[in-house]
């Protein structure tokens, strides 16, 4: 059993930046790829990025590429999510995932946290 509780969430204008934390507990962290997902109020949950075990390989969607930067410190069991040059649009619930294989997907996740809201006005 893992258990994900993140943070970082809040409310800045467009332009600005936020950090978000995923701090896990409970099986090896290192035994599992993380991701970050988000849900918008009124639309499907969708892929933001995803990085491996090792951190040796990521994955962003194209809607944040250039902008979000996924990281982990796997002596911390924290995974981050870095984003710069927000967007009203990147308004949603934010989530972060664990899934025991490479990389979590929208549909291959073991372990969801319970989200974190970020609200970018225009």
């Known amino acids: 059993q893992v258990q994900l509780v993140e943070s970082g969430g809040g409310l800045v204008q467009a332009g600005g930046s936020l950090r978000l934390s995923c701090a896990a507990s409970g099986r090896a962290f290192s035994d599992y790829g993380m991701g970050w997902f988000r849900q918008a109020p009124g639309k499907e949950r969708q892929f933001v990025a995803a990085i491996s075990r090792s951190g040796a390989v990521i994955n962003y969607a194209d809607s944040v590429k250039g902008r979000f930067t996924i990281s982990r410190d796997n002596a911390k069991n924290t995974v981050y999510l870095q984003m710069n040059s927000l967007k009203p649009e990147d308004t949603a619930v934010y989530y972060c995932?664990?899934?025991?294989?490479?990389?979590?997907?929208?549909?291959?996740?073991?372990?969801w946290g319970q989200g974190t809201q970020v609200t970018i006005s225009s």
């Open positions: 995932g664990a899934a025991s294989g490479p990389l979590p997907t929208l549909y291959y996740v073991n372990y």
